[in-house]
């Protein structure tokens, strides 16, 4: 994205409408001003696999649209995913962000696992959260506070928030032995929200 930059544009790339009395000239709607607009627009509508429509078919809604399957998606265009190692943790959950607990007071998120080795197989569905809370008792990264709720299996993982350093915080993972060989493991999350100051 760039700010207007043609003939015409004020000296802090503002559009005007110009004076004609004072020769002041309305400022010039580029083509590289509205290709701008347009695919930056385009482009959160491309981002979630949404075709986009053409000047007869348009609807005018698909940015809504991308913008609400984004929210529900927690913000990224695809679930969060990783690979579960077996018998381990805590582990961080690389492809969150840290919680900075002066500006992100609380978090939420949906998750499915899914577990398995040749003789065994474990999904677990739910949701996760966590609420910063200054004044807990016990050591820093107890400040935290954090509650699941299964809706599906158990799939023998469990969350926790480490502290990192400062008030940064990091949400990690850990899974009990999964017996068998040929172990994969996945966590998807989606629907990951967070609540700021």
């Known amino acids: 994205m760039h700010v207007i930059d043609s003939d015409g544009a004020t000296v802090d790339n503002k559009f005007t409408e110009g004076n004609a009395s004072l020769s002041i000239p309305a400022t010039v709607v580029s083509a590289a001003i509205a290709n701008a607009w347009q695919e930056e627009i385009a482009n959160v509508i491309r981002e979630v696999g949404i075709p986009l429509l053409t000047s007869t078919t348009d609807t005018f809604d698909q940015l809504v649209a991308a913008t609400k399957e984004l929210i529900q998606r927690g913000g990224t265009a695809s679930p969060i995913e990783q690979a579960l190692t077996n018998n381990a943790g805590p582990l961080d959950i690389t492809n969150l962000p840290t919680f900075d607990s002066s500006v992100v007071k609380a978090f939420k998120f949906n998750f499915e696992i899914t ?19 200054p004044d807990a008792a016990g050591a820093e990264n107890d400040k935290w506070q954090t509650s699941f709720k299964s809706v599906i299996g158990d799939a023998e993982t469990t969350f926790s928030v480490a502290l990192v350093s400062g008030t940064e915080s990091k949400l990690q993972y850990t899974t009990q032995d999964l017996t068998g060989t040929t172990y994969s493991g996945t966590l998807k999350i989606t629907g990951f929200t967070v609540f700021r100051v």
């Not at 080795?117 to 910063?132: A, F, P």
């Open 115 to 133: 577990r398995r080795t040749d003789t065994q197989s474990v999904v677990e569905m739910g949701e996760y959260y966590g609420s910063y809370d």
